[in-house]
T-cell receptor
Framework: NAGVTQTPKFRILKIGQSMTLQCTQD?????MYWYRQDPGMGLKLIYY???????DKGEVPNGYNVSRSTTEDFPLRLELAAPSQTSVYFC????????????FGPGTRLTVT | DAKTTQPTSMDCAEGRAANLPCNHS???????VYWYRQIHSQGPQYIIH???NNETNEMASLIITEDRKSSTLILPHATLRDTAVYYC????????????FGKGTRLHILP
């Protein structure tokens, strides 16, 4: 199993541009999550999904959108990028909620200038 | 979720046991203790979790005090690859929305 994969690894955006961060997992996990991590800080949840067709907001959803059309994929869309969105973005998945651990991807480092 | 307190940083000699403490004095009866770690520039990695009994797996052991107000993660034979930030997290098992990571303990393994 490849686990959780994310593309791209790095990206530089200009202010106002848009992009989609891709996340795929091959573990047949129902639950998927998007986090951002600012330098020296902990992770903050952006959006999560408990299954195909179901998404919900986390702590910091503004400026982002998600969709979940399949179990495997959970893309994160940035519309009108702003410097405040400069961060490292991690996608994660888990088999079920609560007790079960979350598996994280390697991250996407995004810079908005 | 209950708040946790961890030391900012710790050192441990390679080959020795690394003992990472965590205080969670406001933990409630249905909250689990989780440990994750994050090696530099990588995504967080799950290590272990427990409710009230001590737990052991291939990576580490988790010792939870009888009153559940604190716990210790033990890496039995630390290697240089164990250098990372270690996060102690307390959360209800039924929560499905987020993990609050906090700032964790930066563990340095010394050669």
């Amino acid at each position: 199993n490849a686990g959780v994969t994310q593309t791209p690894k790095f990206r530089i955006l200009k202010i106002g541009q848009s992009m989609t961060l891709q996340c795929t997992q091959d573990m047949n996990h129902n639950y998927m999550y998007w986090y951002r991590q600012d330098p020296g800080m902990g992770l903050k949840l952006i959006y999560y999904s408990v299954g195909a067709g179901i998404t919900d907001k986390g702590e910091v959803p503004n400026g982002y959108n998600v969709s979940r059309s399949t179990t495997e994929d959970f893309p994160l869309r940035l519309e009108l990028a702003a410097p405040s969105q400069t961060s490292v973005y991690f996608c994660a998945s888990s088999y079920a909620r609560g007790v079960y651990e979350q598996y994280f991807g390697p991250g996407t480092r995004l810079t908005v200038t | 979720d209950a708040k946790t307190t961890q030391p900012t940083s710790m050192d441990c000699a390679e080959g020795r046991a690394a003992n990472l403490p965590c205080n969670h004095s406001t933990i409630s009866g249905n909250e689990y203790v989780y440990w994750y770690r994050q090696i530099h520039s990588q995504g967080p990695q799950y290590i272990i979790h427990g409710l009230k009994n001590n737990e052991t797996n291939e990576m580490a052991s988790l010792i939870i005090t009888e009153d559940r107000k604190s716990s210790t993660l033990i890496l039995p034979h630390a290697t240089l690859r164990d250098t990372a930030v270690y996060y102690c997290i307390v959360r209800v098992a039924s929560r499905d929305d987020k993990i609050i990571f906090g700032k964790g303990t930066r563990l340095h393994i010394l050669p």
